[in-house]
C-alpha cells in the first residue's frame, strides 16, 4: 500500500496549462502503476490517464489525448499530469491512484486501483 499527496491543482483560464504532481510515499514505487482520474460535481469518477512502472507505456482517455501528458519519475517517487489547451469541462477534483504490478500496459479501469489520494482541485474558466 502507498500513501499519495497531489498539488499543483487551482484556477486557470480556458486555454492555459497547470501540471499536477502526485508523491507516493510507504510502498515500492516502481512496482506500481500510476494513474489520475477526475471527478467534476455531480459527476461519476473518471479515468483520464495512466502511465506504467517504468514510465514506457502510457494510457488516455480520448477526452484528453492529445492534450495532457502523463509521466513519472522514479527517482522522485512523483507521477506528473501536465494538462495544456485547457477546457471548462476539465473542472473536476483530480485524484493521483496506484495499483501494484509491473504490467506492461496501464489499466484505465477505476476498480483496478487500490490506493487514492485526496485529491486535488483544478478550475478552468472560460
Known amino acids: 500500500q502507498v500513501q499519495l499527496v497531489e498539488s499543483g491543482g487551482g484556477l486557470v483560464q480556458a486555454g492555459g496549462s497547470l501540471r499536477l504532481s502526485c508523491v507516493a510515499s510507504?510502498?515500492?514505487?516502481?512496482?506500481?502503476?500510476m494513474a489520475w482520474f477526475r471527478q467534476a460535481p455531480g459527476e461519476e469518477r473518471e479515468f483520464v490517464a495512466a502511465?506504467?512502472?517504468?514510465?514506457?507505456?502510457?494510457t488516455y482517455s480520448d477526452s484528453v489525448k492529445d492534450r495532457f501528458t502523463c509521466s513519472r519519475d522514479n527517482a522522485k517517487n512523483t507521477v506528473y499530469l501536465q494538462m495544456n489547451s485547457l477546457k471548462p469541462e476539465d473542472t473536476a477534483i483530480y485524484y493521483c491512484?496506484?495499483?501494484?504490478?509491473?504490467?506492461?500496459?496501464?489499466?484505465?479501469?477505476?476498480?483496478?486501483?487500490?490506493?487514492w489520494g485526496q485529491g486535488t482541485q483544478v478550475t478552468v474558466s472560460s
Open positions: 491512484a496506484a495499483y501494484r504490478s509491473r504490467t506492461s500496459v496501464p489499466r484505465s479501469s477505476l476498480v483496478a486501483y487500490n490506493d
Open positions: 510507504g510502498g515500492s514505487f516502481t512496482w506500481y502503476v
Open positions: 502511465v506504467n512502472w517504468s514510465g514506457g507505456s502510457t
